[in-house]
């Protein structure tokens, strides 16, 4: 079994489960133990945040920039954070946009080690070798990947929306050799371990995308705060018409992390 499995079965079975990702935050400051450090506070924070929810949480995604922020204390934060996740036994995405090639790739240690995860983001743009570090875990450990395809920022326009000879847009170019490099990884329930980063900003395209990568999941950022839009869900239930086969409902980890509550607005994220 895959973690892409794990993931459709932690989000599909339990009544009220929430296919969400949560992002975790600088603690309030009424939450702040004075005798403790940041690092301590924060992972006691998100300790507190993973009972709270994990109940309803179909998986949650750690950025490991705002960790990296704070130095060696913060990637200490970083590594038990991952650690008492997978402990919750919930899913855990490691959000590091990794994306170089070759060696460099495969120093990257987010599938083992202090920095296991289930998942890592990985961007594309130096090409499939970029990805190809990543696919002896997803063979041999049933790990898995979401890939930036059409992205949620205002920036996306600058590349992911431009038209090739052949009409399609850079991100269809991207979804396509993704979603053909997969097929090689598909799980149980008939998700391949390589899914797309679909941004939830732009839904005009969603029904077509969603059509096209029926065995993909999707990671699906900028609702909420981003402005993403409130109807996004219209393309994601199983009845919807364009989708022919039981993959093609797949999960959908829509994360609207800073919607979480909080006691006081916050200054910077973790």
């Known amino acids: 079994m895959t973690n892409m499995d794990k ?8 009544p009220g489960v929430r296919r969400s990702g949560y992002r975790f935050q600088l603690p309030p400051e009424d939450f ?19 009972d709270a929810t994990k109940a309803v949480a179909g998986c949650y995604k750690v950025q490991i920039a705002y960790y990296e922020s704070l130095g060696l204390e913060g990637m200490k934060a970083y590594a038990d954070t991952l650690k008492a996740v997978r402990e919750a036994g919930v899913p855990v995405i490691a959000d590091i946009k990794r994306g170089d090639i070759a060696k460099t790739a495969e120093m990257c240690r987010h599938f083992t080690g202090d920095f296991e995860s289930d998942f890592v983001t990985l961007a594309p743009y130096m090409g499939l070798d970029s990805i190809s570090p990543y696919l002896p875990y997803a063979e041999k450990q049933g790990k898995g990947m979401f890939v930036l395809c059409r992205t949620s920022n205002g920036g996306a326009k600058d590349f992911e929306y431009e038209k090739l000879a052949d009409g399609r847009h850079v991100y269809d170019l991207v979804g396509d050799k993704l979603n053909a490099l997969g097929k090689d990884y598909m799980g149980e329930h008939g998700y391949s371990s390589s899914g797309l980063v679909i941004g939830g900003t732009h839904i005009e395209e969603a029904t077509e995308i969603r059509a096209k990568y029926q065995d993909s999941f999707f990671l699906i950022p900028g609702y909420g705060a981003q402005g993403g839009a409130e109807d996004i869900a219209q393309y994601l239930p199983r009845e919807t018409a364009a989708w022919s086969t039981p993959a093609a409902a797949s999960c959908w980890p829509i994360r609207s992390s800073r919607a979480l509550p909080l006691t006081k607005p916050l200054t910077t994220n973790v």
């Open 7 to 14: 993931l459709y079965e932690g989000g599909s079975p339990r």
């Open 32 to 50: 702040v133990d004075s005798t403790l450090t940041k690092g301590e506070n924060i992972v006691r924070f998100n300790k507190k945040l993973i």
